[in-house]
């Protein structure tokens, strides 16, 4: 059971055994309809939903939200299905449009002009749901830092002689041959020796990565 469903399901134990809860939930849902704030929403033989729900201030169903939240000491992964109950008065069964872990894009603050994508970690969130959800969250975080993902991309992993192979680089941007580079790195390394013709292969691939760290800027 993924987390969205498990918070579905959570929210109907509430509603059911917790008379208060579903009291203030109703009670908020009729302060939502007496102000003409609410809407409909069908189920399909598909079992996914459409809705028409009626413009509402946000800031007033937010507070209606939150105050239930607070009250019962509920995380905001529990934000939606609130909200879709006081704006339609049912309980859906399956919601589409969030995975439950959805990333969200925010400042650094360590850095305020730069913006990083983050997850909400909400007490329900185990590292399961984390690698189930991560497809979705790789489009949020792909399409924010504009990585191509149309086409297989390398996967950047720790080089075991990356200091071998970044002095081999130096060696050869001061003009050394590939055949005096191998002489004193095999001096400096013996244990990870290189040949002449890997040389090359080397700085190519130590170009090809820092390309790839910056996507190409």
């Known amino acids: 059971m993924n987390l969205k469903n498990r918070i579905i399901q959570n929210f109907k134990i509430l509603f059911t055994i917790n008379d208060n809860f579903r009291k203030d939930l109703e009670s908020s849902r ?47 992964a529990y934000s939606h299905v609130i909200d879709m109950y006081l704006k339609t008065g049912i309980i859906p069964d399956y919601f589409i449009g969030l995975s439950g872990l959805d990333p969200i894009v925010v400042n650094n603050p360590k850095n305020k002009k730069e913006k990083i994508v983050v997850l909400p970690l909400t007490p329900e969130v185990t590292i399961s749901e984390i690698q189930q959800s991560w497809s979705w969250i790789k489009i949020i975080r792909d399409n924010h830092y504009k990585i191509i993902t149309n086409k297989k991309t390398q996967k950047i992993s720790p080089r075991k002689n990356i200091d071998r192979d970044i002095e081999i680089y130096n060696l050869k941007k001061r003009g050394l041959k590939s055949m005096q580079i ?20 080397i700085i190519k691939r130590l170009k090809d990565l820092a390309i790839e760290i910056t996507g190409g800027k």
């Open 30 to 76: 009729q302060y939502l309809v007496k102000n003409k704030l609410t809407g409909t929403l069908k189920k399909h033989k598909s079992g996914y939903f459409s809705s028409d729900f009626s413009p509402e201030p946000e800031e007033e169903l937010k507070k209606e939200v939150i105050e239930i939240k607070s009250k019962y000491g509920l995380s905001s």
């Open 182 to 201: 191998k002489e004193e790195i095999n001096n400096k390394y013996p244990d990870s020796p290189v040949s002449y013709q890997e040389i090359s292969k």
